[in-house]
T-cell receptor, first 114, second 113 residues
Framework: NAGVTQTPKFQVLKTGQSMTLQCAQD?????MYWYRQDPGMGLRLIYY???????DKGEVPNGYNVSRLNKREFSLRLESAAPSQTSVYFC?????????????FGPGTRLTVL | AQSVAQPEDQVNVAEGNPLTVKCTYS??????LFWYVQYPNRGLQFLLK??????LVKGSYGFEAEFNKSQTSFHLKKPSALVSDSALYFC???????????FGKGTRLSVIA
């Protein structure tokens, strides 16, 4: 039982390049989330998927797209990377997305955009 | 809109002493409160949560938190700090309306031997 896994662990991009961050969970959770963590800002929600087939914007969605590929996988795409997207990205999942559910986090992807 | 404040960026405590990491919140309905810990270069790990019931919640690694509705606080506590408790701690809140989880900015705890 690996929990939530993310690939890659590290990535360096040049401005304008695109990339996809991958996330998978093996806990049979319905809901999945993408956050970014910046120094002094805490975690901010980018997008979330309450259930397979649905996605919704979070607090900071601009410059990102997501795909809920199936129940296990939720990817985050940067179409044209900008230096402001330099951050640590975390994927999380929870049972059903209810307010009382605990979210479980992956190890993160550290992205640098030059 | 819900919000969380962690008023201290950094907390320093001597090993063996009690520790407190402060959190206050604002929600429009009933609050659901969470504490997470992040060790260097790792993801967030769940410590404990308050949903309803007893105001004192016990969690992992000897941590506990006290829910105080009148003061809108949910402070994290541990009776005797360990050097290994040194990490970044996040408080988070949701309301009963299934709105997204909102995180505080984090408090860095440093336990000195």
């Amino acid at each position: 039982n690996a929990g939530v896994t993310q690939t890659p662990k590290f990535q360096v991009l040049k401005t304008g390049q695109s990339m996809t961050l991958q996330c998978a969970q093996d806990m049979n959770h319905n809901s999945m989330y993408w956050y970014r963590q910046d120094p002094g800002m805490g975690l901010r929600l980018i997008y979330y998927s309450a259930s397979e087939g649905t996605t919704d914007k979070g607090e900071v969605p601009n410059g990102y797209n997501v795909s809920r590929l199936n129940k296990r996988e939720f990817s985050l795409r940067l179409e044209s990377a900008a230096p402001s997207q330099t951050s640590v990205y975390f994927c999380a999942s929870s049972t059903a997305g209810a307010s009382t559910d605990t979210q479980y986090f992956g190890p993160g992807t550290r992205l640098t955009v030059l | 809109a819900q919000s969380v404040a962690q008023p201290e960026d950094q907390v320093n405590v001597a090993e063996g002493n009690p520790l407190t990491v402060k959190c206050t919140y604002s929600v429009s309905g009933n609050p659901y409160l969470f504490w997470y810990v992040q060790y260097p270069n790792r993801g967030l790990q769940f410590l404990l949560k308050y949903i309803t019931g007893d105001n004192l919640v016990k969690g992992s690694y000897g941590f506990e938190a006290e829910f105080n509705k009148s003061q809108t606080s949910f402070h994290l506590k541990k009776p005797s700090a360990l050097v290994s408790d040194s990490a970044l701690y996040f408080c988070a809140v949701r309301d009963s309306g299934n709105t997204p989880l909102v995180f505080g900015k984090g408090t860095r705890l440093s336990v000195i031997a």
